[in-house]
T-cell receptor, first 114, second 112 residues
């Protein structure tokens, strides 16, 4: 069975600083990987996904993620954080390439200091 | 604009009550999902439906059932609510093929 670990429960960064959120997965086959964001009181919104091909994936809101098979990681990055990025971020791995059976990590809550 | 709506944002029920959570999507999506979200555990899949009257168990189906009589509507049923079912419940939908899941705003259920 697949699993996802997000080692950092909370992260605080200053506005304008760079950001990296960690995600490690366990899955026996080629993983299908996703990052979602949840703003307070909102549902989840897809930031980006990796199915195959280029291991550096660009998403919405200036986010990117890099798939590293050797490290079983799919870390999310942003070069300059904005106050509106404060939210909870979830990494997920899919058991099929249609994005149906998702296993989510525990989430990382991002706080942004002015 | 895509939309997934859930019938209530907040719900308070008593132990033993039968609880219905409703989800409606207006995107003509084939697949619909119910998750529960708990701090530190992320989202866990309860049930998944890939067509009207069709369902698949997710990771934590115990204590829950679902109903999908129409394509746009997917209901989660707690036959006899218990305090350990206090949680945030999220509904999602997507097309049958490759695609992202679109989430509703969630229902925060408290069982007393």
């Amino acid at each position: 069975a697949q699993s996802v670990t997000q080692p950092d429960i909370h992260i605080t960064v200053s506005e304008g600083a760079s950001l990296e959120l960690r995600c490690n997965y366990s899955y026996g086959a080629t993983p299908y990987l996703f990052w979602y964001v949840q703003s307070p009181g909102q549902g989840l919104q897809l930031l980006l996904k990796y199915f195959s091909g280029d291991t550096l994936v660009q998403g919405i809101k200036g986010f990117e993620a890099e798939f590293k098979r050797s490290q079983s990681s799919f870390n999310l990055r942003k070069p300059s954080v904005h106050w509106s990025d404060a939210a909870e971020y979830f990494c997920a791995v899919g058991a099929d390439n249609a994005g149906n059976m998702l296993t989510f990590g525990g989430g990382t809550r991002l706080m942004v200091k002015p | 604009d895509v939309k997934v709506t859930q019938s209530s944002r907040y719900l308070v029920k008593r132990t033993g009550e039968k609880v219905f959570l409703e989800c409606v999507q207006d995107m003509d999506h084939e697949n619909m999902f119910w998750y529960r979200q708990d701090p530190g555990l992320g989202l866990r899949l309860i049930y998944f439906s890939y067509d009207v009257k069709m369902k698949e168990k997710g990771d934590i189906p115990e204590g829950y059932s679902v109903s999908r009589e129409k394509k746009e509507r997917f209901s989660l049923i707690l036959e006899s609510a218990s305090t350990n079912q206090t949680s945030m419940y999220l509904c999602a939908s997507k097309i049958a093929g490759d695609g992202e899941q679109f989430f509703g705003p969630g229902t925060r259920l408290t069982v007393l």
